[in-house]
T-cell receptor, first 114, second 116 residues
Framework: GENVEQHPSTLSVQEGDSAVIKCTYS??????FPWYKQELGKRPQLIID?????GEKKDQRIAVTLNKTAKHFSLHITETQPEDSAVYFC?????????????FGTGTQLKVEL | GAVVSQHPSRVICKSGTSVKIECRSL??????MFWYRQFPKQSLMLMAT?????????EQGVEKDKFLINHASLTLSTLTVTSAHPEDSSFYIC????????????FGNGTRLTVT
């Protein structure tokens, strides 16, 4: 099955700096890679996703890059703000006829300090 | 956007009792729902895939007789934790997809289960 590794487990940045979180996956057939933000005790919320037919996607301060050859993808947050503090999870899945099971990374606790 | 509602948000039960958690898709139909479990400061682990009108598909290591899943309609899936024990205490989250397999997953608010 799919295995997703995520680094770092914790990340502290100063407000205004950039944050980068990296993930690798094992299943070369995976073709959908979402990123979720989870605040303490709340549901994970989708912040951005990318499919294997593109290498980069950007939405305001958030961007995701995908390297299919190396089987890794990264989340980039620019101009970080205190409200960006949360746990971020990457995930990978393969779209099949039977469904689309997401395998999550281990999470990154991002802390944006004033 | 798509909304997934989960109830209850918190439940405390005594060891040996059963607890039912409901997951509803409020404004869309979901033939497939997913149940995840999350221990403190850990990732989301898929427990099972709930299929409307058929048996759920359980992940390796998840006891199907302990975690009963019923997906009786296109908008409701339930997870029943039977004979709960303290080690079952966790955060249980359901998710569903609006549309086809290319659509993103939306999560419920989660249920914090504490077994005393």
């Amino acid at each position: 099955g799919e295995n997703v590794e995520q680094h770092p487990s914790t990340l502290s940045v100063q407000e205004g700096d950039s944050a980068v979180i990296k993930c690798t996956y094992s299943d070369s057939a995976s073709n959908y890679f979402p990123w979720y933000k989870q605040e303490l005790g709340k549901r994970p919320q989708l912040i951005i996703d990318i499919r294997s037919n593109v290498g980069e996607k950007k939405d305001q301060r958030i961007a995701v890059t995908l390297n299919k050859t190396a089987k890794h993808f990264s989340l980039h947050i620019t101009e970080t703000q205190p409200e960006d503090s949360a746990v971020y999870f990457c995930a990978a899945s393969r779209v099949t006829g039977g469904g689309n099971k997401l395998t999550f990374g281990t999470g990154t606790q991002l802390k944006v300090e004033l | 956007g798509a909304v997934v509602s989960q109830h209850p948000s918190r439940v405390i039960c005594k060891s040996g009792t059963s607890v039912k958690i409901e997951c509803r898709s409020l404004d869309f139909q979901a033939t497939t729902m997913f149940w995840y479990r999350q221990f403190p400061k850990q990732s989301l682990m898929l427990m099972a895939t709930s299929n409307e009108g058929s048996k759920a598909t359980y992940e390796q290591g998840v006891e199907k007789d302990k975690f009963l899943i019923n997906h009786a309609s296109l908008t409701l899936s339930t997870l029943t934790v039977t004979s709960a024990h303290p080690e079952d205490s966790s955060f249980y989250i359901c998710s569903a997809r609006e549309g086809n397999n290319n659509s993103p997953l939306h999560f419920g608010n989660g249920t914090r289960l504490t077994v005393t």
